[in-house]
Each structure stands twice: as structure tokens, then as C-alpha cells.
């Protein structure tokens, strides 16, 4: 018998680590080469590994959730076949999308030792005054079972720490009769595209000092006009929703703010500033957030960044995008679609220094030449990287959206 070791293999595209999310395989099973041992996260994607060789599995190199680096002991495979020991890198196999890829260089983690699964914590009993067993009487006990009551539950007033009708009485008498209460609490460990998630909107916040800027937008006449340009489009052209009015406001004003369309490498001191304009769309899937990227937003028309948004964002949600559409964006737009709320404080998407966030359309009485009219209203929540972003020129630039905003026609007008 040989063994056989598969160390983890190079994904590719500069990752030190992964984490295994789960196992195909257990020790002591038998299985034929190429067949799926385990699916490995990255924060580009998941992949499938598959075995390199045929043999039985004698161990594996971590439990789910852990992270294995590059060229550590994965499986150990033993052979029926006479061979030596190789190395070699498995082409994984891109099964879906789970995170965003990392627009910055971190510092590869230590890899973690193996540990058993996370299990829930069991509640604790509850203890009564009078001890681990209730002391009642067989006819006590009888008219708690008929009544639904946990006499764990009932303050005992009788000799010894006995239970007696009258307790019961006032158990029933006090809402206690029925209820029960809860106890303990379940620990879930922080795994999967959830760990992404936590591990870049807290490096975020801890690097990037943010400060948010909120202005509010009359969005009658855009309503007017998004709603009159739906009801005579062409058969072929997709449904507007207001996230494309937004990103061509967002091509124009950050060619006059150009310090917005921009990504700050803190750790090299470089703020690199953008001609192309790749705007990072924020999207909740299933697995959990998710930003994949609208590129050239700049060379697109109104249509085309419909379309584009619907064809991304269906991609992100059903787990089939593309590294690629998930990586280098310059700038970042956020919205919480019919749940946007009054206001936010968006985190942005580091290495961005910027993220704009539309808020919910609310009907608001305003005064128009001494008149009360009903205008649609709606805030506009910012967020910038102070390091980059002078507060003065972001409240010029979101001045600016504004006034386009307020002024359809003239998003069309170059």
C-alpha cells in the first residue's frame, strides 16, 4: 500500500488560503480519482477539489470552516497501486460564486488547527427554589399535567419545599399556567461567505475614517419621466428602475469630483484616481452580500445599464457570476430597494472611497409658490473616505446628482 498526499492546491490569482466549507469524504472511504472531495472557499469563489488519485481516505487536513493554506496536507490518500508519493495541483472545479473578490492585499492567516464542529449549547434546566425534583403531591401532580403547568416552574409555599393546590392557584392566577421558559442560547460558528463578509466590513470601518453626507431630492419629475419612458418603450428593452438614473448622474458628477472615482492603497500611500467609471452594485443573495460590478458605466445609455443591471444582479442571486464581475470597482452605489428606509449609513467598499445610497420615495406636503403641494421626496445617504474626500467637495458633488436629478433631461445631455 502507498500513500498518497494532496497538499491544497494554488487556486490561482495570488490566494495563499482557503476555506474548506464542506467535506465530500470521511476517513476510511473509498474513492475514485477525480471524484469531488471538498469544496473550497475563497474570497473570489468556491470551488470543487476533486481526488487526484483513486485509494481510501486515511485523514483530512481540517474540519469545515477552517482555513488550509496553499501546500498543506489536505487528504491523505492510500493506494492499492505501487507508487511514490507525488505533489501536484488538482484543477478545481468553479462550482458557484460566494463573496466579492478582494480589491487589497492582506497578510496570508495561520492556518487553524483542526477542532470539532460547533454545537449548540444545551439550555440549562431551570432550578426551582425547593430542588432538582419538584415536591408535589400525586393529585398536584395529576392537576399540573391536566392544566399544561411544568412544576419546575412553580414557587412552592408547603412544608419542606412541598407544592401544594394553593401554588398551583397562583401560578395559573399570575399567567404562568402554559408558558415555559427559555433558557441557554445556540453558538453558530462564523463560516463561509458570512466570515467574508464580517472580515471586510470590519477592516472597512477600522481603516477607512468615514464620514456620511444625506441630502434629500425632489423625484417628481424623474418619477414622471422614468414612468413615461417604461410605459413607450420598445418590446426589447428592459424595465427602469431608478438605479440607472443614478449611475448616469454618478458618470457625470465624477468628472468633476474625480477624487471620488478613485481607490486608496493606505498601505503604499497611493490614491489612484479613475478614467473609467466600474460601478459596484450592492446586491443581497441568498448567501448574503455580494457586489458585483457594472463596468464602463460611462459608455452606456440609460437602456444598457438597465439591462446590465438585471443581468448582473440575476447572475449574483442564482450563484452563476464571474470572478471577474465581482472585482475592480471605482466606485460603489447601495440600495435597499422597497425597504430603502428614511436615511443610511453606508460602509464603503474598501478600497473605494466612496458609496451613495438612494433612500425610499416618500409623498412629503411642500410649500411651491405659497402653495401645499405633495412632492416625492426621497433622502440621498452618502458615505466617503475623509482621507481622500473633502467634505466640501462631496456635499458639492452630491449638490450636483441633485440638480441632475431634479433636471431629467439634462442626464441625457452631454
Request: proline fraction near 7%; glycine fraction near 6%; charged fraction near 25%.
Amino acid at each position: 500500500m502507498t500513500k498518497h498526499i494532496f497538499k491544497m492546491p494554488d487556486i490561482g490569482e495570488g490566494v495563499t488560503e482557503a476555506e474548506i466549507t464542506e467535506w465530500h469524504v470521511k476517513v476510511g472511504d473509498k474513492v475514485a480519482s477525480d471524484d469531488p472531495v471538498c469544496d473550497a472557499m475563497t474570497d473570489k469563489a468556491t470551488v470543487e477539489l476533486t481526488a487526484p488519485v483513486s485509494g481510501v481516505v486515511t485523514s483530512v487536513g481540517c474540519a469545515a470552516g477552517e482555513i488550509m493554506a496553499v501546500g498543506g496536507a489536505l487528504v491523505v490518500f492510500e493506494m492499492d497501486e505501487d507508487t511514490d508519493i507525488k505533489e501536484e495541483s488538482a484543477i478545481p472545479t468553479p462550482i458557484k460564486m460566494e463573496a466579492p473578490k478582494a480589491q487589497n492585499k492582506e497578510k496570508p492567516k495561520p492556518v487553524s488547527k483542526p477542532a470539532s464542529k460547533p454545537k449548540a449549547v444545551p439550555a440549562p434546566a431551570v432550578v426551582s427554589t425547593h430542588g432538582a425534583k419538584p415536591l408535589a403531591s400525586p393529585a398536584v401532580r395529576r392537576r399540573a399535567e391536566e392544566q399544561d403547568i411544568d412544576l419546575a416552574l412553580v414557587p412552592a409555599s408547603g412544608k419542606a419545599g412541598q407544592i401544594t393546590h394553593a401554588d398551583l392557584d397562583a401560578y395559573a392566577k399570575g399567567g404562568g399556567a402554559g408558558l415555559q421558559k427559555l433558557a441557554g442560547a445556540t453558538d453558530i460558528k462564523v463560516t463561509g461567505m458570512r466570515r467574508i463578509i464580517s472580515e471586510r466590513m470590519s477592516e472597512s470601518k477600522r481603516r477607512i475614517p468615514h464620514f456620511s453626507y444625506v441630502e434629500s431630492i425632489d423625484m417628481t419629475e424623474l418619477e414622471r419621466t422614468r414612468i413615461h419612458l417604461n410605459n413607450t418603450r420598445a418590446a426589447h428593452r428592459p424595465k427602469l428602475t431608478l438605479m440607472p438614473f443614478f449611475m448616469r448622474a454618478m458618470v457625470k458628477a465624477v468628472k468633476l469630483w474625480p477624487q471620488c472615482n478613485a481607490t486608496f492603497d493606505d498601505d503604499a500611500g497611493i490614491i489612484t484616481q479613475h478614467n473609467p467609471v466600474h460601478i459596484g452594485m450592492a446586491a443581497q443573495t441568498p448567501g448574503g452580500l455580494m457586489v458585483p460590478v457594472i463596468r464602463h458605466a460611462e459608455s452606456q445609455d440609460i437602456w444598457q445599464l438597465a439591462s446590465e443591471i438585471a443581468r448582473i444582479g440575476e447572475a449574483a442571486k442564482t450563484g452563476s457570476i464571474a470572478p471577474a464581475e465581482l472585482s475592480g470597482s471605482t466606485i460603489s452605489l447601495t440600495s435597499l430597494g422597497k425597504l430603502a428606509g428614511v436615511m443610511a449609513t453606508p460602509v464603503i467598499n474598501r478600497p473605494e472611497v466612496a458609496i451613495l445610497c438612494p433612500n425610499k420615495i416618500v409623498d412629503t406636503p411642500v410649500m411651491e409658490n405659497g402653495q401645499m403641494v405633495v412632492r416625492k421626496i426621497m433622502n440621498f445617504s452618502t458615505s466617503f473616505d475623509h482621507r481622500v474626500v473633502d467634505g466640501f467637495h462631496a456635499a458639492e458633488m452630491v449638490a450636483y446628482i441633485k440638480d441632475l436629478l431634479e433636471h431629467p433631461a439634462t442626464l441625457f445631455i452631454d
